[in-house]
């Protein structure tokens, strides 16, 4: 029964989530990674298209290819916004046992600074660049509208990934997220930061964006903050509620 349930449940998100190619990408050293891929309903010869990277949140993680899409993928697939905004969108999903934004996940987030300064990129963001990387050669990617958002842990890999390929990103929109502050010292970086957080979020603390937004301030980056009161973890709702969401992001261009 409870397999059959399970059934039944892949099948209607698989349904739901349909116009999302679902693949996996198999790097050179033979390793893998399960992601989503949206296309323009329409492409025409010569031109060239924005890509939209969207890392989940912890939740998330697995391997079934469908719980990434969990939050934000229908936003992309409103016929609306598909018509409007015709883009490459991008849902890879990071294997339960590991972290976007750093090789191992943070015993807990009330520590005054629980981010790395210095660390290797995590194997999973690692797989990610790679997917970028062979997208970008062989899609017709606009590589001046690159975009990275995520929520939550994907708003730490967000932050992680701006800090690690600085003129990469046109723009990035990390929801309630978090960094190392001191990796910006010294940071010069063509992308413009868009930064959502919940003043009531009792998992990852606003101090982390409210911190992150002072020092991108400090070192003249383009960044605007915007605080929900009240709301607590799910600050990626009103967020992608608003009005605005998808027309700043695509307006985004590099420097």
């Known amino acids: 029964m409870l397999l059959l349930l399970h059934g039944l449940l892949c099948s209607a998100a698989q349904a739901q989530y349909g116009e999302y190619d679902s693949l996996t990408f198999v790097s050179p050293g033979g390793d893998s990674l399960h992601y989503r891929r949206l296309n ?3 492409t025409v010869p010569g031109e060239k298209y924005p890509l939209i990277l969207f890392l989940h949140g912890a939740g998330e993680r697995g391997e079934d290819n469908v719980s990434q899409l ?12 598909r018509e409007r ?3 490459i969108v991008l849902f890879p999903q990071c294997p339960a046992r590991f972290f976007w934004p750093m090789p191992e996940r943070p015993d807990g987030f009330r520590r005054e600074n629980p981010f790395p300064l210095d660390a290797e990129i995590s194997a999973p963001l690692a797989l990610v660049m790679e997917l970028l990387e062979s997208v970008i050669e062989t899609a017709p ?9 995520g929520l939550s842990m994907g708003g730490m890999g967000t932050f992680d990934l701006v800090c690690r390929f600085p003129r990469l990103f046109a723009a990035a929109v990390p929801i309630c997220g978090g960094v190392h502050t ?3 010292d010294g940071f010069a970086s063509q992308t413009a930061f868009r930064i959502f957080h919940g003043d009531a979020d009792a998992v ?3 101090r982390f964006s ?3 937004y002072r ?3 400090e070192r003249g980056a383009e960044v605007e903050y915007i605080e929900f009161p009240g709301v607590n973890h799910d600050s990626w709702n009103p967020a992608f509620n608003r009005a605005d969401f998808l027309p700043w992001l695509f307006q985004q261009r590099k420097k």
């Open 204 to 206: 990852v603390p606003v």
């Open 210 to 212: 409210r911190e992150a």
């Open 141 to 149: 990617v606009d590589t001046g509208r690159i975009y990275v958002t």
């Open 215 to 217: 020092k991108l301030k």
């Open 85 to 87: 905004y015709p883009a």
């Open 182 to 184: 001191g990796r910006f």
């Open 40 to 42: 323009p309903l329409m």
């Open 70 to 81: 969990y939050h934000g993928a229908m936003m992309f697939t409103n016929p609306v916004n």
